[in-house]
Structure formats: structure tokens, C-alpha cells
Nanobody, 117 residues
């Protein structure tokens, strides 16, 4: 069982930055593929960025060049650095941990990000 706890959300003006963190419990963090997803009101949850256990990254087109996903296996934590934020980035951001060989798929409760002037 893996528990994920997100933090770092908040209210920021357009053009500003935030850094989200996702702390994971358990000793097998390094073998999990990690991801950030977001869900805006009235919309479906969408992929923001993923990072594999081997540190390969993938981004949604809408955030490429603005967001950076990273992981620190020693701290069991994955990060999402968000720069040049736009009002369209407003959503609840959820952390995901996935390991297909273990048939494991875990989600955090989410952290609210609001971009508004």
C-alpha cells in the first residue's frame, strides 16, 4: 500500500510560479512511475506530466516549457515546478503512483491550484 500526500498548492497571479510536492509512504517508491494529473471544475481529469522509475519524463502539450517534473527517491517525493502560470492551469492537482508489474495504481487527495489576478 502506498499513500500519497500532495502539498504546495495555493493562489497565484498569472505569470507566477508554484512548486507542488507529493510525498509517498513505503519503501518501494523508486520502482514506481509517478505522475501529476489535474481536474478543473466541469472537466475530466487530464495528464499533466509523468516521470518513470528511470526518470524519463513526459508532458502534456499545454504545459511543455513551463512545467518540470522531478523526483527524489531518497526522499520518496515527486515534484512539479510550475512557471508562467495561466488561469487555465487552475485545477485540483493529483499525484499518481503506478507500477504495472505490481498491478498497483494509487492516487493522492489532491491540492488546489488557483491562478487569478
Amino acid at each position: 500500500q502506498v499513500q500519497l500526500v500532495e502539498s504546495g498548492g495555493g493562489l497565484v497571479q498569472p505569470g507566477g510560479s508554484l512548486r507542488l510536492s507529493c510525498a509517498a509512504s513505503g519503501s518501494l517508491f523508486s520502482i514506481y512511475d509517478m505522475g501529476w494529473y489535474r481536474q478543473a471544475p466541469g472537466k475530466q481529469r487530464e495528464l499533466v506530466a509523468t516521470i518513470t522509475s528511470g526518470a524519463l519524463t513526459n508532458y502534456a502539450n499545454s504545459v511543455k516549457g513551463r512545467f518540470t517534473i522531478s523526483r527524489d527517491n531518497a526522499k520518496n517525493t515527486v515534484y512539479l515546478q510550475m512557471n508562467s502560470l495561466k488561469p487555465d492551469d487552475t485545477a485540483v492537482y493529483h499525484c499518481n503512483a503506478k507500477q504495472l508489474s505490481l498491478k498497483s495504481d494509487y492516487w493522492g487527495q489532491g491540492t488546489q491550484v488557483t491562478v487569478s489576478s
